[in-house]
T-cell receptor, first 110, second 111 residues
Framework: DTEVTQTPKHLVMGMTNKKSLKCEQH?????MYWYKQKAKKPPELMFV???????INESVPSRFSPECPNSSLLNLHLHALQPEDSALYLC?????????FGPGTRLTVL | SQQGEEDPQALSIQEGENATMNCSYK?????LQWYRQNSGRGLVHLIL?????REKHSGRLRVTLDTSKKSSSLLITASRAADTASYFC???????????FGAGTTVTVRA
């Protein structure tokens, strides 16, 4: 299995909702990432997990809460988001220097 | 944070032509990578060039790296409609596991 999967593909939520994004990889990669990408912009790093421990948090607001239950799974819990948080959320895992990206979750916050 | 600058921002070419895009960066690197992103999808790794390499080929892709000028170029030869995508350079950083992406070049290949 050489892919990163993400669910859901699309998510529409209100500002008072709580939702979660899920990411899974079975390549044995020990580093996993969450990125946020706005239209026509490069991905912006949000969080990095290394060996299931949070190693980088790029000063992301607390309404985004990452979780790494095990070496194959990465979640991003969302609560009280703002319309400006609407974006494509990408998960990635890393092998040596190369990052493998999932297809993303298109999030719309109303 | 974004380290790389890419140019051009957008490129439109005829099928069969070559496409060249450039990336400049600010700090020392161990390696530089190029990724492709089809509209609204995840990024796909294309090629990695290490700081001690000057040129690398992979199929129709040719990447050069000039560490003295802190710049890299990606050449796609004999372009196809399927090459229509955004292309990003990414550099490693002193912080382990972190990549810094350039602003990207959007390439449109016309049939």
């Amino acid at each position: 299995d050489t892919e990163v999967t993400q669910t859901p593909k699309h998510l529409v939520m209100g500002m008072t909702n709580k939702k979660s994004l899920k990411c899974e990889q079975h390549m044995g990669h020990r580093a996993m990432y969450w990125y946020k990408q706005k239209a026509k912009k490069p991905p912006e790093l949000m969080f990095v997990y290394s060996y299931e421990k949070l190693s980088i948090n790029e000063s992301v607001p607390s309404r985004f809460s990452p979780e790494c239950p095990n070496s194959s799974l990465l979640n991003l819990h969302l609560h009280a988001l703002q319309p400006e948080d609407s974006a494509l959320y990408l998960c990635a895992s890393q092998d040596d220097n190369e990052q493998f990206f999932g297809p993303g979750t298109r999030l719309t916050v109303l | 944070s974004q380290q790389g600058e890419e140019d051009p921002q957008a490129l439109s070419i005829q099928e069969g032509e070559n496409a060249t895009m450039n990336c400049s960066y600010k700090t020392s690197i161990n390696n530089l990578q190029w990724y492709r992103q089809n509209s609204g999808r995840g990024l796909v790794h294309l090629i990695l060039i290490r700081s001690n390499e000057r040129e690398k080929h992979s199929g129709r892709l040719r990447v050069t790296l000039d560490t003295s000028k802190k710049s890299s170029s990606l050449l796609i030869t004999a372009s196809r409609a399927a090459d229509t995508a955004s292309y990003f350079c990414a550099t490693d950083s002193p912080m382990a596991y972190k990549l810094s992406f350039g602003a990207g070049t959007t390439v449109t290949v016309r049939a």
